[in-house]
C-alpha cells in the first residue's frame, strides 16, 4: 500500500485487505416504536415502505427520512449476494452503531453489541449460504444519561450546547472475507529513541503447540511437520523504498516482535519523523505464512513519533510543541455525527490548517477512522475524547469503562493521536471535588488507559477538577484579554494550586491532589458568536457585529493566553457551527465567517 495515496473508503486503514465490499447505501428501514420487532419475527425478515441510505441515521436530511423525534427501536434489511467458499470466514463490521445492535443472518443471531463509538465485528460464516444471504439489523436506543452519549440530547428538545439525538447506525457498515488464520488486532508502537517500531499482531484461528513441537499450526494441521509451523513476515518501506525485512515464528496468538528500522541512507539518524510540519508515514506489509505460503496479508502504516512531558512542556519527537488546537465537535448540516462524505472530513482538516491551528480536539466524538488517517497523512495533531455519560451509577461505570478500553485499543496506533481526554468537565462525574467513588473511579480510569497505552498523556478531568492527570488543562471563556491576562499572571499559584476559581465556581485541581509541574492549557475559550435577531442561537458572551470587532476580540484573547510563559497551549472554540450553537469560525456549511488569513496571521502570534 501507499499511504499517501488515496486509500478510497477503506475504513479500516491500518489494517487494509483487497477481499471487502462497502454495504453503505440502500436499506429496508422500520420503526418499532413498541419494541415488538423480535416478538413478531423481523429478525427473519420484515415488509416496510421505508428505504434509508445507511449509515445516516433517520434523524438526517441524507438519510433520505429526515424524522427528527424519538424513536427508540428501529430496523434494517438488506440483501447481499454472494459465492461462499469454505477456506474463508466473512466478516461484517459496524463501525458505528447507536445503542444496543443485533445481527441476524438468515434468521440466525450472529452477535449482539453494546455501545455508540467503536468498531464492532460479527462472524457470519456459519449463517451464510451460496446465493442470497438476508441480513437484518436491530438497534436499540434511549435518552438514558447513564449511557455515553456526549452531546446528543437527552430530552425531545435541543438545549444548550447539546444537539438531535443519534439512532442507530452512523458509521460505515462493511463485511470482508478473510482466511481461517488471519490478522485480528494490530497494535504499533513507535519507539524513535531506539530507532525501531514495537509490532503487537493478535491472530485468529490458530492452537498451542502440537506434539511435535510446531506452535501455531491451525487445527487441522496439528502435529504434522514442520512445513506447517506458522511465522510472520513484514516488510517496512519508506517511499517506494524497502526499509526493512523480518520474519518471526508464530508461537501464539499474540505475536510481539521489535523491529529496528534505522536506515542511514534515508536521513543521518536513521530515521523519518512523523510531526506536524512533515509527517512522515512508513508503509508496512505483513503476512502469515505456512512455509512459503502466504496465509493472511495486510497493508498498513506507522509514524515515528514520541510524546512526552519535561519541565512543564510537552515534547513532540523531544523538543517543545505549542499547541494551537481548535475545538472540533464534527457536525454537519445534512448528517449531523455522520460526515457527508470523506471530503468533507478532508476539507475540515485543510481549513484547520489553513487556520493557522496545528491541532483539535475532537469534543465528545470519537471520529471515524478515515479522518484519523488523513490527520495521520496532513501532520494534525488529535486529542481524543471520549463521549460523556451525565450520572454518576453502577451502570454508567461499567458501560462508560468497557467501550472506553476498545477506543482506546482500536486507534492507538494513529500518529495524529498525541493525548487521550476520558473526561471533560466533571460531566459523568458530577460530584468529583467531594465525592471519593467518583475520584476514584477517575484514577481507575487514568491508570486503565495507562496499561494499555503508556506513551501518550491522558487527561483527567479536562476543564476543571482534575484528579490525576498529566496536563493541567483549563475552561475559561473571558471575553477580554487584559482580564484574562491579569487573572493568570496575579493569581497563577492560586490557579494552579486549585484554592483560586480560574472559571467563576470552578477551582482547576480538586483538593488532596495538588499541582505537580504538568504543562498548562487553556483548552476551551473564545465562542464567540455573532450578532442574530433568532434568539434560539447563542455563543459564548457578548456577541459580535461584524468581523473587524470579531478579530479585535480574538486578537486580544489569543495574544494574552500567547503571552503568558506557562501556558504552554490552547483550544480555541470552535470550528463550525452547530445547530443552534453559532460561535464556528466557519458555518455549519463549512464557509468562513472571516478571514482565514486573519485568523493564521494572529495565531503565529504576529503583532504580540
Given at each position: 500500500?501507499?499511504?499517501?495515496?488515496y486509500?478510497?473508503?477503506?475504513?479500516r486503514?491500518?489494517?487494509v485487505r483487497?477481499?471487502?465490499?462497502?454495504?453503505?447505501?440502500?436499506?429496508?428501514?422500520?420503526?418499532?416504536?413498541e419494541?415488538?420487532?423480535?416478538?413478531?419475527?423481523?429478525n427473519?425478515?420484515?415488509?416496510?415502505?421505508l428505504?434509508?441510505?445507511?449509515?445516516?441515521?433517520y434523524?438526517?436530511?441524507?438519510?433520505?427520512?429526515?424524522?427528527?423525534?424519538?424513536?427508540?427501536?428501529?430496523?434494517?434489511?438488506?440483501k447481499i449476494?454472494?459465492?461462499?467458499?469454505?477456506?474463508?470466514?466473512?466478516?461484517?463490521?459496524?463501525?458505528?452503531?447507536?445503542?444496543?445492535?443485533?445481527?441476524?443472518?438468515?434468521?440466525?443471531?450472529?452477535?449482539?453489541?453494546?455501545?455508540?463509538?467503536?468498531?464492532?465485528?460479527?462472524?457470519?460464516?456459519?449463517?451464510?449460504?451460496?446465493?442470497?444471504?438476508?441480513?437484518?439489523?436491530?438497534?436499540?436506543?434511549?435518552?438514558?444519561i447513564?449511557?455515553?452519549?456526549?452531546?446528543?440530547?437527552?430530552?425531545?428538545?435541543?438545549?444548550?450546547?447539546?444537539?438531535?439525538q443519534?439512532?442507530?447506525?452512523?458509521k460505515?457498515?462493511?463485511?470482508?472475507?478473510?482466511?481461517?488464520?488471519?490478522?485480528?488486532?494490530?497494535?504499533i508502537?513507535?519507539?524513535?529513541d531506539?530507532?525501531?517500531?514495537?509490532?503487537?499482531?493478535a491472530?485468529?484461528?490458530i492452537?498451542?503447540?502440537?506434539?511435535?513441537?510446531?506452535?501455531?499450526?491451525?487445527?487441522?494441521?496439528?502435529?504434522?511437520?514442520?512445513?506447517?509451523?506458522?511465522?510472520?513476515?513484514?516488510?517496512?518501506?519508506?517511499?517506494?523504498?524497502?526499509?526493512k525485512?523480518?520474519?518471526?515464528?508464530?508461537?501464539?496468538?499474540?505475536?510481539?516482535?521489535?523491529?529496528?528500522?534505522?536506515?542511514?541512507?534515508l536521513?543521518?539518524?536513521?530515521?523519518?519523523?512523523?510531526?506536524?510540519?512533515?509527517?512522515?508515514?512508513?508503509?508496512?506489509?505483513?503476512?502469515?505464512?505456512r512455509g512459503?505460503e502466504?496465509?493472511?496479508?495486510?497493508?498498513?502504516?506507522?509514524?515515528?513519533?514520541?510524546?512526552?512531558?519535561?519541565?512543564?512542556?510537552?515534547?513532540l519527537?523531544?523538543?517543545?510543541i505549542?499547541?494551537?488546537?481548535?475545538?472540533?465537535?464534527?457536525?454537519?448540516?445534512?448528517?449531523?455525527?455522520?460526515?457527508?462524505?470523506?471530503?468533507a472530513?478532508?476539507?475540515?482538516?485543510d481549513?484547520i490548517?489553513?487556520?493557522?491551528?496545528?491541532?483539535?480536539?475532537?469534543?465528545?466524538?470519537?471520529?471515524?477512522?478515515?479522518?484519523?488517517?488523513?490527520?495521520?497523512?496532513?501532520g494534525?495533531?488529535?486529542?481524543?475524547?471520549m463521549?460523556a455519560?451525565?450520572?454518576?451509577?453502577?451502570?454508567a461505570?461499567r458501560k462508560?469503562?468497557?467501550?472506553?478500553?476498545?477506543?482506546?485499543?482500536?486507534?492507538?496506533?494513529?500518529?495524529?493521536?498525541?493525548?487521550?481526554?476520558?473526561?471533560?468537565?466533571?460531566?459523568?462525574?458530577?460530584?468529583?471535588?467531594?465525592?471519593?467513588?467518583?475520584?476514584?473511579?477517575?484514577?481507575?480510569?487514568?491508570?486503565?488507559?495507562?496499561?494499555?497505552?503508556?506513551?501518550?498523556?491522558?487527561?483527567v478531568?479536562d476543564?476543571?477538577?482534575?484528579?490525576?492527570?498529566?496536563?493541567l488543562?483549563?475552561?475559561?471563556?473571558?471575553?477580554?484579554?487584559?482580564?484574562?491576562?491579569k487573572r493568570?499572571?496575579?493569581?497563577?499559584d492560586?490557579?494552579?494550586?486549585?484554592?483560586?476559581?480560574?472559571?467563576?465556581a470552578?477551582?482547576?485541581i480538586?483538593?488532596?491532589?495538588?499541582?505537580?509541574?504538568?504543562?498548562?492549557?487553556?483548552?476551551?475559550?473564545?465562542?464567540?458568536?455573532?450578532?442574530?435577531?433568532?434568539?434560539n442561537?447563542?455563543?459564548?458572551?457578548?456577541?459580535?457585529?461584524?468581523?473587524?470587532?470579531?478579530?479585535?476580540?480574538?486578537?486580544?484573547?489569543?495574544?494574552?493566553?500567547?503571552?503568558?510563559?506557562?501556558?504552554?497551549?490552547?483550544?480555541?472554540?470552535?470550528v463550525?457551527?452547530?445547530q443552534?450553537?453559532?460561535?464556528?469560525l466557519?458555518?455549519?456549511?463549512?464557509?468562513?465567517?472571516?478571514?482565514?488569513?486573519?485568523?493564521?496571521?494572529?495565531?503565529?502570534?504576529?503583532?504580540?
Amino acid at each position: 500500500m501507499a499511504t499517501k495515496s488515496y486509500i478510497k473508503d477503506y475504513p479500516r486503514p491500518q489494517m487494509v485487505r483487497d477481499d471487502f465490499e462497502l454495504l453503505n447505501g440502500s436499506w429496508d428501514f422500520a420503526f418499532d416504536d413498541e419494541n415488538r420487532g423480535e416478538e413478531k419475527g423481523w429478525n427473519a425478515g420484515f415488509d416496510s415502505d421505508l428505504v434509508i441510505q445507511v449509515p445516516f441515521t433517520y434523524e438526517t436530511k441524507l438519510s433520505g427520512i429526515c424524522d427528527e423525534t424519538r424513536h427508540d427501536h428501529v430496523w434494517y434489511q438488506r440483501k447481499i449476494t454472494l459465492e461462499k467458499a469454505e477456506d474463508k470466514q466473512y466478516i461484517l463490521h459496524l463501525e458505528g452503531s447507536d445503542y444496543l445492535t443485533k445481527v441476524w443472518v438468515n434468521g440466525s443471531l450472529i452477535g449482539s453489541h453494546e455501545g455508540a463509538y467503536e468498531r464492532a465485528s460479527y462472524d457470519m460464516t456459519n449463517a451464510l449460504k451460496t446465493g442470497v444471504n438476508r441480513i437484518v439489523i436491530g438497534v436499540s436506543d434511549s435518552f438514558s444519561i447513564s449511557q455515553p452519549r456526549g452531546k446528543q440530547r437527552w430530552i425531545n428538545n435541543n438545549f444548550g450546547c447539546w444537539y438531535v439525538q443519534t439512532t442507530g447506525i452512523w458509521k460505515t457498515v462493511w463485511m470482508e472475507a478473510v482466511p481461517k488464520v488471519h490478522f485480528d488486532e494490530l497494535k504499533i508502537t513507535p519507539d524513535i529513541d531506539d530507532g525501531a517500531v514495537e509490532i503487537t499482531a493478535a491472530i485468529k484461528g490458530i492452537v498451542g503447540c502440537a506434539d511435535a513441537g510446531i506452535c501455531g499450526a491451525p487445527a487441522d494441521n496439528e502435529g504434522t511437520n514442520d512445513k506447517a509451523a506458522l511465522s510472520l513476515y513484514g516488510e517496512i518501506s519508506f517511499d517506494g523504498k524497502t526499509v526493512k525485512t523480518f520474519c518471526e515464528n508464530i508461537h501464539k496468538n499474540l505475536t510481539e516482535l521489535k523491529v529496528d528500522i534505522r536506515d542511514y541512507e534515508l536521513t543521518e539518524w536513521g530515521l523519518k519523523l512523523w510531526d506536524t510540519y512533515d509527517p512522515n508515514l512508513y508503509d508496512m506489509t505483513l503476512e502469515i505464512r505456512r512455509g512459503d505460503e502466504c496465509v493472511d496479508k495486510i497493508g498498513s502504516y506507522f509514524g515515528m513519533r514520541k510524546v512526552s512531558i519535561e519541565n512543564g512542556e510537552v515534547l513532540l519527537n523531544n523538543r517543545p510543541i505549542y499547541q494551537k488546537l481548535i475545538l472540533d465537535q464534527g457536525y454537519f448540516a445534512d448528517s449531523h455525527l455522520t460526515p457527508p462524505s470523506e471530503d468533507a472530513l478532508i476539507e475540515d482538516i485543510d481549513k484547520i490548517h489553513q487556520l493557522g491551528f496545528n491541532g483539535l480536539r475532537k469534543h465528545m466524538k470519537i471520529e471515524d477512522e478515515r479522518f484519523l488517517y488523513h490527520c495521520d497523512v496532513k501532520g494534525m495533531l488529535v486529542w481524543s475524547e471520549m463521549a460523556a455519560c451525565y450520572e454518576f451509577t453502577d451502570e454508567a461505570v461499567r458501560k462508560f469503562t468497557d467501550e472506553w478500553v476498545q477506543i482506546v485499543k482500536q486507534n492507538y496506533s494513529h500518529p495524529c493521536i498525541i493525548t487521550w481526554t476520558p473526561f471533560n468537565e466533571s460531566w459523568g462525574v458530577p460530584q468529583i471535588a467531594r465525592n471519593e467513588k467518583q475520584k476514584k473511579f477517575t484514577e481507575a480510569i487514568y491508570n486503565l488507559t495507562k496499561s494499555i497505552d503508556d506513551t501518550r498523556p491522558v487527561i483527567v478531568n479536562d476543564g476543571w477538577e482534575h484528579t490525576v492527570s498529566d496536563l493541567l488543562t483549563l475552561h475559561d471563556y473571558e471575553e477580554d484579554g487584559d482580564v484574562f491576562k491579569k487573572r493568570y499572571v496575579d493569581y497563577k499559584d492560586e490557579i494552579l494550586n486549585g484554592t483560586y476559581c480560574h472559571n467563576r465556581a470552578n477551582l482547576a485541581i480538586v483538593e488532596g491532589y495538588g499541582y505537580k509541574g504538568q504543562p498548562v492549557i487553556i483548552s476551551e475559550y473564545g465562542g464567540i458568536a455573532f450578532s442574530s435577531k433568532d434568539d434560539n442561537q447563542w455563543g459564548y458572551g457578548n456577541c459580535v457585529s461584524d468581523e473587524e470587532a470579531f478579530l479585535k476580540r480574538y486578537k486580544k484573547i489569543t495574544h494574552a493566553i500567547m503571552s503568558i510563559p506557562y501556558i504552554k497551549g490552547f483550544c480555541y472554540t470552535q470550528v463550525s457551527d452547530v445547530q443552534q450553537e453559532v460561535n464556528g469560525l466557519m458555518t455549519i456549511d463549512r464557509k468562513f465567517k472571516v478571514n482565514p488569513d486573519k485568523i493564521r496571521e494572529i495565531n503565529r502570534g504576529i503583532g504580540l
